[in-house]
């Protein structure tokens, strides 16, 4: 329930975007969610502000979603989105120089495309690894359970043969 709740919801999501292997994947997934919904939506003709709104319902993540907020808000003063994305200090730089470069260019919906594109590849390298790392530790706990198992069934029978019988 807590972390249903508003203030819940935002520190459980503040939480695991810190956590050391998981928050940077999490980041990358909502940041190619992010950039491939809003290159899509500026390439269909939908108009910038519209098209914020649509990618930053795409974002599981209610800190970077407020973030989406702000920067819409700061677009809408005539503030650029790859400025307003950089003072908020949660989108990676990679991402905020390609949308610096697309926004000079005239060409923001092919670099959020390419930008899309790394993030995907980069998050199925991470998940490669990261079940790569997951394997060996499951085993090792499988291993644990079936000693623990085996340990708990000779126990008794162990002691069963020290009983000494009766006089």
Same mark, same amino acid.
Request: proline share 5%; net charge positive; glycine share 10%.
């Given at each position: 329930?807590?972390?249903?709740?508003?203030?819940?919801?935002?520190?459980?999501?503040?939480?695991?975007?810190?956590?050391?292997?998981?928050?940077?994947? =999490?980041?990358?997934?909502? +940041?190619?969610?992010? #950039?491939?919904? &809003?290159?899509? *939506? $500026?390439?269909?003709?939908?108009?910038?502000?519209?098209?914020?709104?649509?990618?930053?319902?795409?974002?599981?993540?209610?800190?970077?979603?407020?973030?989406?907020?702000?920067?819409?808000?700061?677009?809408?003063?005539?503030?650029?989105?790859?400025?307003?994305?950089?003072?908020?200090?949660?989108?990676?730089?990679?991402? =905020?120089?390609?949308?610096? +470069?697309?926004?000079? #260019?005239?060409? &923001?919906?092919? *670099? $959020?495309?390419?930008?899309?594109?790394?993030?995907?590849?980069?998050?199925?390298?991470?998940?490669?690894?990261?079940?790569?790392?997951?394997?060996?530790?499951?085993?090792?706990?499988?291993?644990?359970?079936?000693?623990?198992?085996?340990?708990?069934?000779?126990?008794?029978?162990?002691?069963?043969?020290?009983?000494?019988?009766?006089?």
């Amino acid at each position: 329930m807590w972390k249903g709740s508003p203030g819940g919801k935002q520190v459980w999501h503040r939480f695991t975007l810190r956590i050391p292997v998981l928050g940077p994947l =999490i980041r990358s997934i909502n +940041v190619a969610r992010f #950039a491939r919904t &809003l290159g899509t *939506m $500026l390439t269909a003709g939908v108009p910038m502000l519209r098209a914020l709104d649509a990618a930053k319902m795409t974002m599981g993540n209610v800190i970077l979603q407020k973030t989406i907020e702000d920067a819409k808000k700061a677009v809408t003063e005539g503030e650029s989105l790859a400025t307003t994305l950089k003072k908020s200090g949660q989108f990676p730089p990679t991402m =905020i120089h390609m949308t610096a +470069v697309g926004e000079k #260019a005239g060409q &923001l919906e092919q *670099m $959020l495309e390419r930008v899309a594109g790394a993030y995907e590849s980069e998050i199925d390298t991470k998940l490669t690894r990261f079940i790569g790392l997951l394997e060996p530790l499951m085993l090792l706990g499988m291993g644990v359970t079936v000693a623990f198992i085996v340990i708990s069934v000779m126990q008794p029978i162990m002691d069963m043969g020290q009983i000494s019988a009766p006089k």
